[in-house]
């Protein structure tokens, strides 16, 4: 495996190695797609923080975490397992995520979960225990791979942004489904994390361009 993404000159080896490799990718680095490194605390605190962001606007999500961590003291799976339903509900937690945090909780409790252990697998590897616990799905998967261990490999195929921006640089007819794109991202083995970071810069310079606002 690829060094992980914990410093600005690992990303930078990685944008060289995808500009080398695909001529696509280096003529979106050179109009300014570069993504900054971004990177958040790996462990349960971390991919409860992204279960929380799905499906809602950043604002909504930090005010939900906002409200949750002052409940969460300490951050871990244990404590968060202590809280009643009423308690989450009240912190702004849907159900669904209640049930889906509270799954990975005691997955990571009773020792089927190895948080701590997953930066050490291939991407595909790691991908496939997290998507084992009940309600994380692969763009959960991915985004904790990508953005709380640093994986360089790890690719979400399903973002949306993601399929918008390859669509836009490889004057595709359609936005790619997640087959699709995850088979597109062959090529870019053992980056397919930084050059998911550059579709979305590049996304954001799409966007720029024509005026449009990036949620």
């Known amino acids: 495996m690829a060094t992980l993404l914990e410093t600005d000159a690992v990303l930078k080896r990685g944008l060289k190695a995808l500009a080398k490799a695909d001529p696509v990718m280096a003529r979106l680095i050179t109009e300014g797609a570069v993504p900054p490194l971004r990177k958040r605390p790996p462990g349960f605190e971390g991919l409860a923080w992204i279960i929380v962001g799905q499906q809602v606007s950043t604002a909504s999500a930090a005010a939900i975490w906002g ?29 669904m995520k209640v049930r889906t945090i509270r799954a990975t ?7 089927r979960l190895p948080l701590d252990r997953l930066h050490d697998l291939p991407a ?19 985004i904790y791979l990508l953005f709380c261990l640093g994986h360089p490999d790890a690719f ?37 994390g930084v050059a998911a970071k550059v579709l979305w810069a590049y996304y954001r310079v799409a966007k720029a361009r024509e005026g449009s606002p990036v949620t």
């Open 124 to 142: 595909d590897e790691a991908h496939d225990c997290l998507t084992r616990v009940k309600g994380i799905g692969p763009w959960t998967a991915d």
């Open 67 to 95: 409200r949750l961590r002052t409940i969460l003291d300490p951050p871990g799976p244990e404590r968060f397992l202590s809280l009643s339903d009423a308690e989450l509900r009240g912190a702004g937690l849907s159900a």
């Open 156 to 192: 979400p195929g399903g973002d949306l942004a993601v399929q918008e921006a390859a669509r836009i640089a490889y004057g595709l007819d359609g936005r790619p489904d997640a087959k699709t794109l995850t088979a597109l991202a062959e090529s870019w083995r053992p980056w397919r």
């Open 105 to 111: 909780a005691t997955e990571i409790v009773e020792g």
